[in-house]
């Protein structure tokens, strides 16, 4: 959570710059192929709730990666 600043203009040429509260909310999910390889699908939106001028904003991205994980054999601790 925290502020974002918009500055952009409209298409009537109406010039935004406002500070806004934003938060990002997100889901996603983690496929282990092998001990160390892993396939990630998320998905996030990043919400800018209303302020003055602008309406409540949403951007949503959806991410995929593969994560591979190297070093030598793990240390047993007691």
Do not use: C, S
Request: glycine share 12%; charged share 25%; net charge positive.
């Amino acid at each position: 959570m925290g502020i974002e600043r918009m500055r952009f203009h409209t298409a009537t040429g109406h010039g935004i710059n406002e500070v806004v509260f934003a938060m990002p909310m997100g889901v996603g999910v983690k496929y282990y192929v092998d001990r160390w390889l892993a396939l990630r699908l998320d998905m996030t939106d990043h919400i800018a709730f209303r302020n003055g001028d602008i309406k409540t904003a949403h951007q949503v991205a959806v991410t995929f990666g593969i994560e591979t994980r190297f070093g030598g054999p793990r240390k047993k601790y007691r």
